[in-house]
């Protein structure tokens, strides 16, 4: 078979056709759902909002479950002159697949949906269930998609014990890299208040910028503990800061600081909190603090799952995987919560949120045969 024409670059480039800017879908999830309902999945529409959500399932649930898990959506392509072809138009060039969401993660539901009917078709009956949880809600806010999936499962008392996520995990080859983490992640929204008044009478004024600085310098300068095995140390940056003036001979009134904390389990949201809020009251400061909670840390320690993906990828690309929880947040997080092994693996992510983004024309179709192995190692040994 011409490797232009295996399957799952075929759905691949289908995906791609789909203009599914979050929080659209348009089409990608219905093209999916058509694929597996046809080798028996039920699939189940679970809307919230303007997100597209989509439960499928196939065996029986009194043996374990392994949920592919998933995104169609697609981060905006940026400027449309700095493109090689079309972002919505796949295309074949340079030996790869050219388009928005091709590494992140259209690959990763082709790989997944291909790998899943082959898997169907050789094992009519095997010990366990399938299931896909797919959202057109990962790359946007997050709320009506996954989150709200998990918890309409978990009033189901639905079950999962192993989640395998086609995030984008390897870095220079594929399967170099598997996930079995992420970070937290914290952002405050930081108001100090001051006095406005002329840049010429500073006496009568009392800067809010100067009054923060000392604060920004120690909060920079914190050493918020040293991390752990697989996670680094807790990181703190400082990602936008404005004043309420425009003029360059007013001090402002107040000054607004916008920060983000990654964090490894060594925390949780409150103990955060406190920490920087005791910081605050230390300095004496007039201000206001709100925060936006974007996702607890998970980690699934090595066992049976990890155990299996080790030795699938150490048989197909000659060299076992670096397990790692680098990177942002993922959907991951959400599905950890339900008590299940959750590791993330796919395509590369060298061109992930990028212009001109791409995966290798062979890169699908080995994907798919990774995961393909993954599910006759779990279920039939």
């Known amino acids: 078979m011409n490797i232009r024409n295996h399957p799952s670059n075929q759905l691949l480039i289908d995906l791609i056709n789909c203009k599914s800017i979050t929080p659209e879908d ?71 697949i050219y388009g928005r969401g091709a590494a992140d993660m259209k690959s990763g539901l082709a790989a997944m949906v291909i790998a899943a009917e082959q898997f169907i078709d050789s094992e009519h009956h095997f010990l366990g269930r399938l299931a896909f949880l797919i959202t057109s809600d990962e790359e946007g806010p997050a709320v009506n998609g996954t989150l709200m999936v998990v918890e309409e499962l978990k009033e189901r008392k639905e ?125 004496n400061l007039d201000f206001d603090l709100t925060w936006r909670e974007s996702g607890k840390p998970y980690y699934t320690e090595q066992g049976y799952l990890t155990d299996i993906v080790k030795k699938v990828i150490l048989d197909y690309c000659g060299t076992e995987p670096l397990l790692s929880t680098d990177g ?3 959907d991951g997080r959400f599905i950890a919560s339900m008590g299940c092994q959750v590791i993330e693996l796919g395509a590369l992510n060298a061109t992930i949120h990028k212009v001109n983004e791409s995966v290798s024309i062979d890169g699908t179709p080995e994907l798919s045969n990774i995961y393909l192995n993954i599910m006759k190692r779990l279920f039939i040994g």
């Open 26 to 96: 348009a089409g990608c999830q219905d093209i999916i759902k058509q694929r597996l309902q046809s080798i028996g999945f039920i699939c189940e529409e679970l809307n919230y909002g303007e997100v597209k959500n989509l439960w499928a399932t196939i065996g029986n649930p009194d043996g374990p479950t392994l949920c592919f898990a998933g995104h169609t959506d697609v981060v905006p392509p940026g400027p449309l002159n700095e493109w090689k072809f079309d972002p919505f138009q796949a295309t074949f060039a340079d030996n790869s």
């Open 328 to 330: 942002g947040t993922s």
């Open 159 to 283: 079950k999962i014990d192993w989640c395998i996520v086609g995030e984008p995990s390897s870095k220079e080859f594929l399967g170099d890299t598997v996930r079995i983490g992420r970070r937290g992640s914290l952002t405050g929204y930081l108001t100090v208040k001051g006095v406005q008044g002329h840049v010429a009478y500073p006496q009568l004024a009392n800067n809010p910028i100067r009054l923060a600085s000392p604060l920004i310098s120690m909060l920079l300068s914190e050493t918020w503990d040293k991390g752990s095995d697989f996670f680094p140390p807790t990181s703190f940056e400082i990602v936008n800061i404005m004043s309420n003036s425009d003029a360059n001979n007013v001090i402002p009134g107040e000054v607004k600081i916008i920060f983000n904390l990654r964090y490894n389990p060594n925390w949780n949201y409150e103990k955060i909190k406190l920490h920087i809020l005791n910081l605050l009251t230390s300095e």
